[in-house]
């Protein structure tokens, strides 16, 4: 099993990113998908989520800025971020789970600074 992200990068504050974590190894429909984050010295926090059937869900600190999607198709979600801030600088990974298993995938970086 392989979840691999890409995306990530310097922006500036008010910029945006597009992250993609690519899946494989796993019956990708069957898996609700999440992404998390993690800034130096600070706990990973779960930032949005999205189940099987497509249901959404954000944490506060992302909501109205953040938006999850997933493909079946290509076996891959996304993570759309917009006016970002320097507080959302920390490596952001994805993870899928069915209720049985569960995967992570390495992170990409996210950093914003002017």
């Known amino acids: 099993v392989q979840l691999v992200e890409s995306g990530g990068g310097l922006v500036q504050p008010g910029g945006s990113l597009r992250l993609s974590c690519a899946a494989s190894?796993?019956?990708?429909?069957?898996?609700?998908l999440s992404w998390y984050r993690q800034a130096p010295g600070k706990a990973r926090e779960l930032v949005a989520s999205?189940?099987?059937?497509?249901?959404?869900s954000y944490s506060d600190s992302v909501k109205g800025r953040f938006t999850i999607s997933r493909d079946n198709a290509k076996n891959t979600v996304y993570l759309e971020m917009s006016d970002l801030k320097p507080e959302d600088t920390a490596v952001y990974s994805c993870g899928a789970n069915n209720g049985a298993r569960a995967y992570w995938g390495q992170g990409t970086q996210v950093t914003v600074s002017s």
């Open positions: 999205i189940t099987s059937g497509g249901r959404t």
């Open positions: 190894g796993i019956t990708f429909s069957f898996y609700a």
